[in-house]
DNA sequence: TTGTATGCGTTATCAG
DNA sequence: CTGATAACGCATACAA
């Protein structure tokens, strides 16, 4: 039988409410009482049971982060919003969802119903999910969105600046010389996936290079699609000096693609990625990528949930991280027969 | 306002007791107050508040898992615990946990005195922490753990056969014709690293193949270690025909020192890893490597965990998972000078 | 088959 | 500065 906090008050020979007092660390307790109290707890080993806290303060100090697949992005995400939960001492659930799916649903709707919960943040594709959005909305828990598809002005929404990003990119490989450069593009529900195609474009249209649909090669962001699209490419009349991933994994199967065929990256050919997940300086020759800050970007959705649940305003609402070129090896200048 | 059990009874004109019969669908109910009561329930969008049932309870339906570093091994359990606790319809609460550390013992200590986990899993090296121990034996929660140091036989654990896996890998390697056989060593607070190192030694042993103290290199299980410890087996005077990575993780870094000094996976060494993580196969030439059983490690993990929660007893309090080989391309006959 | 009363362990109100 | 007492929302003996 654990303690409570009735027998340390009976131990201590005060009420209820002075241990209440000491346990959260009140003011109004005079120090010799507070002395008193102290020893009473120690000696007990008494703990506040949290599930009476939780239901009287209508609390749960709980939050959830949505995901839908398990990547290398993911994990990397995960990580850091399980470090930053436990700095401001909230739990993190992480919640696979499948938007549209019957059982997800459920999941979802009976974590804020039955209010295990205090705040929900959001990543692609789940911020898309009507039945996530109109839960939230019901519900009135905060929310905080990373990437969001359609960002809308009362929701609160933490982004990287992708766009941004794939221009640096393609500029680099332009810069290098390369013409004929071809873009692993992502899943099209994806506000991440379609920035970075745009960035693309755009940098090739600065530098006045005509864009090529057979360039623009689907990939899902994943091993697989990266190596069949790298495959595809090469085997055009006119194969491309350079590959840029639409993100690291699937750089990561375009460069295999390229080695089983028998090409040398950089030498024959570069490639590049998005992301710079941990391993991507693991993968040889060493991936050049854009740098996609996960750690910036859960710590300020984490933070920004925070604030919201402590009754704040936020100044900005949607913020925009600046994403930069990590070089590597993968990169050079294009192959000259 | 949210609507609670009381709403419900008035709106349905029931007693409470009876809402909460239906709400937990039990027997004794008669057919036509239960669809009134459902009725209600619905029309108020009612959802029971967790916190006063885990306080009346006595129960969370939360449970811990306990890690140390975040590696690729820790991303593929994280994702089936939370797969599968999802099914037993508990919250799983991912947990970083370093040994000695104060804040970690707080944190841990937290969680279990004010009841907030009803359950722990340890992985390695959480459970050779006599903190966490001790705290487990004076709470009475269940605990289950996952490749322990030293197996007790009161706590039930799940293992790998690890011992095994390297006994046949490197007789794999023997078969092919590599007697010259480097082993990349992980931490020695493992039982999974040692297991796997003595695995290695009985199997050189069998086959009569002197054992050699310079081809046992550290490599602490990660990427930096195997890259080390490869360019110091490979500038030895008699440089190994094969590298056998105590983890995948130190295989890769292997194979990237092995490309770095221009020697071909495998035609001029032959390189293979142990874990058989998801993106060893896409790691050029394709890793060789053992299957570590992770899902099914998960799973019964939590499928004891769950056991010892209900109060049933377990038939088998250790058990031990076979590992098989998976070949892939990254091992072959040693090079012919 | 249905309902009543009590307690779970806190925090919060409002007197003293 | 301190304490009695009322919530919080649910489950569960025990009655009816």
């Known amino acids: 039988m654990t303690a409570t906090i009735k027998d340390v008050a009976r131990m201590a020979q005060v009420s209820i409410k002075t241990v209440s007092r000491v346990v959260n660390n009140e003011p109004h307790v005079a120090e010799d009482m507070r002395a008193r109290v102290q020893n009473a707890i120690d000696l007990l080993g008494y703990a506040p049971n949290i599930s009476a806290r939780r239901l009287v303060q209508r609390r749960s100090y709980m939050l959830c982060i949505l995901l839908h697949t398990s990547g290398f992005y993911q994990s990397a995400l995960i990580n850091k919003t399980l470090e930053v939960g436990y700095e401001y001492d909230y739990d993190i659930l992480i919640q696979t969802y499948f938007p549209s799916q019957a059982r997800s649903k459920k999941k979802l709707a009976g974590l804020i119903n039955e209010r295990r919960i205090d705040g929900l943040i959001t ?20 929310l905080v969105q990373i990437s969001p598809y359609n960002p809308s002005p009362e929701v609160p929404a933490i982004t990287a600046d992708d766009f941004q990003g794939a221009y640096l990119m393609t500029e680099h490989l332009i810069n290098l010389g390369h013409r004929n450069i071809a873009f692993l593009k992502g899943p099209r529900n994806h506000r991440t996936s379609l920035e970075r195609l745009l960035g693309y474009r755009r940098a090739l249209e600065h530098y006045h290079i005509a864009p090529k649909s057979q360039l623009e090669l689907d990939s899902e962001f994943n091993f697989d699609g990266g190596y069949t699209a790298a495959k595809i490419a090469m085997n055009q009349v006119e194969p ?15 460069i295999y693609a390229l080695q089983e065929m028998g090409f040398s990256v950089p030498q024959h050919i570069s490639v590049c990625g998005f992301d710079d997940l941990a391993n991507s300086k693991n993968v040889w020759p060493g991936l050049t990528t854009v740098h996609h800050p996960v750690n910036e970007i859960a710590e300020q959705a984490l933070s ?8 704040k305003e936020i100044e900005e609402r949607e913020r925009v991280i600046p994403s930069h070129l990590v070089i590597r090896a993968s990169t050079s200048h294009p192959f000259s027969h």
């Open 123 to 142: 990543t692609p594709p789940c911020d898309t999910d009507e039945f996530v959005l109109d839960l939230v909305r019901n519900s009135h828990i905060p």
């Open 240 to 254: 491309p000096s350079a590959i840029f991933g639409g993100n690291d994994e699937a750089a990561f199967g375009a």
């Open 304 to 311: 920004m949930l925070v604030t919201l649940l402590e009754g």
